[in-house]
């Protein structure tokens, strides 16, 4: 693998052009260090050399040259002789926290639609554990939530145009668990839940266990049908509808908004509620600030479930559900049956990067739509035959293949050194052999190596029957 490396301009205008503390050998390490841990200087990147970079900032060489060796020394850069000085991304990259590369020779999982943690989610960590004292003075259980969360999701609803109280906001262990929470508290054995057909397989298992029947809507070529959805409803009559609007797994569509008005008028009208599934709601790769309103916008008894798993990592393992006040006590209740509460830790780390979001986002978002591009274009060139469309946010593309063998596809996936979710997972009532969802979360060197063993699972599968593998976990 050919070394990265980071050149002495752009380390300079990574720090700025703000005056140096005293001593500044001290203040260019600490300052470096943040770069490294906020992950604009990727762990492994070779560091300019002293002269160079002394040259671009103005000082004097040894004074960088201490900057280095104070970096070494606090563990966030290692010297190769002969090679240069080396940036470690702190002790937690080797926990995978931060980590910028994936496996290349062992089980890629291709099967789940999550990224890798957001650059600067180690910092944020480190802020956070400031806070501590006061945690360690309260039992630490919060059925609700901790307010901060609590007022800083609001916050976030209230600035995409859904004004909202802390009072309606439960935090939860995740979206799924809040998934679990809400059919827990309003479903009843035999109750019908509307579900788009594909949809999140997570979701649907989630109803099942709690003894709903899912009604298919199918999602078609041109997205949501509000009259064939109208119709269904009428038929059925569901107690809930289940909806992923925003870069719906697995399909990454957009809701425009007259579908979005004119579902809410169905739902109103038939009495169904809603709950909408936002968890992907913050990645917009191509023009975040064109985001429709907040479906719940209009919609006095719509529930809306978020995740911070999706944008910024899914170790953080908190969620949230929006409802309105009447129902949030019941919703405690049933919550508590299933845990007593969030990791408060981890409830402060969110609320943090929900009060300034922008800049991680944005890291986040223009490394999900490099590794997006990177592996449209190299499926397009090693397997001309699978086509998708390309999303305008979201995590995954979803392949539409020549032939009806998805579930060949990821039954002997292992054998190449991947873990594939079959098509037929996305639909409740059987389907999708001819569909495959990709995520692009893995890093293009990653991916290089997934499509290479794609391409040699495809040709395989592609020439004729092969033996039955294991399914696996999805996210």
């Known amino acids: 693998m050919a070394t990265r490396w980071i050149s002495a301009s ?106 890798q943690a957001t650059p600067g989610l180690l910092l944020a960590y480190e802020r956070t554990t400031e806070q501590l004292p006061g945690l360690l003075g309260s039992t630490g259980y919060e059925p609700q939530g901790v307010t901060a969360l609590r007022e800083a999701i609001a916050d976030r609803f209230a600035q995409r145009g859904l004004p909202t109280d802390p009072d309606q906001i439960l935090v939860t262990s995740g979206a799924l668990s809040a998934l679990a929470v809400l059919a827990r508290c309003l479903l009843s ?28 809507q199918p999602l078609g070529a041109d997205g949501w049908d509000p009259e064939a959805t109208e119709l269904l409803v009428r038929q059925t009559s569901p107690r809930l509808a289940y909806l992923v609007p925003e870069f719906h797994n697995p399909t990454a569509r957009l809701m425009p908004e007259p579908a979005r008005a004119a579902l809410r008028e169905v739902f109103r009208t038939q009495r169904v509620t809603m709950i909408i599934d936002e968890t992907m709601v913050e990645l917009a790769l191509d023009d975040p600030a064109a985001m429709p309103p907040p479906m719940a916008a209009g919609a006095a008894d719509a529930i809306t479930v978020g995740s911070a798993s999706k944008a910024f990592w899914g170790g953080l393992r908190v969620g949230w559900i929006r409802a309105p006040r009447s129902l949030i006590r019941p919703l405690v209740q049933s919550r508590v049956a299933l845990d007593l509460g969030t990791a408060p830790l981890e409830q402060l780390v969110t609320a943090g990067l929900l009060r300034d979001p922008a800049t991680l986002l944005e890291l986040q978002r223009d490394r999900l739509a490099e590794q997006r591009d990177w592996l449209i274009s190299e499926l397009a060139e090693r397997l001309p035959g699978w086509t998708c469309e390309r999303p305008a946010g979201g995590l995954s593309l979803w392949i539409t293949l020549p032939r009806e063998v998805s579930s060949r596809l990821a039954g002997n996936a292992d054998r190449y050194g991947l873990q594939l979710t079959p098509g037929g997972q996305f639909f409740p009532d059987g389907g999708g052999e001819r569909m495959l969802r990709l995520p692009y979360t893995l890093p293009i060197d990653t991916l290089t190596v997934a499509v290479d063993r794609l391409t040699e699972l495809w040709a395989d599968v592609a020439s004729g029957p092969v033996s039955p593998g294991r399914l696996s976990l999805t996210a």
């Open 10 to 115: 752009r380390v300079a205008r990574l720090l700025g052009d703000t005056g140096w503390a005293s001593p500044a050998y001290q203040d260019l390490a600490e300052r470096l260090r943040l770069l490294i841990v906020d992950g604009r200087i990727g762990h492994g990147s070779r560091l300019p050399s002293e002269r160079d970079l002394a040259t671009e900032l103005g000082l004097s060489r040894s004074t960088v040259a201490a900057g280095y060796a104070e970096l070494r020394d606090r563990g966030y850069a290692e010297a190769r002789r002969g090679s240069g000085n080396y940036a470690i991304a702190g002790t937690a990259h080797s926990a995978g926290l931060l980590g910028t590369e994936g496996p290349t020779d062992g089980l890629i999982e291709f099967n789940r639609a999550a990224p």
């Open 189 to 216: 054995r035999g109750d019908r839940v509307l579900v788009d057909a594909p949809t999140y397989p997570n979701a649907m298992d989630a109803f099942r266990q709690h003894g709903a029947r899912l009604v298919a």
